[in-house]
């Protein structure tokens, strides 16, 4: 997800438009308008999710 942000800024920063820079949620809207975006939102979903519970489990889990 971060990787889709990155990329549209490198490309507003090539292209010298800082306007055409955009954030998390513009990042999401224009993977949503691409031929199969529903599908890539829910892998993106489902990454996160899985990440959430890695998470979980580490704090609960870690040796400190």
């Known amino acids: 997800m971060l990787g ?7 490309k507003a920063a090539y292209d010298y438009k800082a306007n055409e820079a955009i954030g998390l ?6 993977l949503y308008n691409t031929s199969g975006g529903p599908f890539l939102l829910g892998v993106v979903a489902l990454g996160l999710i899985t990440f959430g519970c890695f998470s979980i489990v ?4 870690r040796r400190i």
Do not use: P, Q
């Not at 889709?4 to 490198?10: G, I, R, S, W």
């Not at 949620?25 to 224009?30: I, Q, R, S």
């Not at 580490?58 to 889990?61: D, K, L, N, T, V």
């Open 58 to 61: 580490e704090a609960r889990y």
């Open 25 to 30: 949620d513009g990042a999401l809207g224009k």
């Open 4 to 10: 889709l942000v990155a990329v549209f800024l490198l």
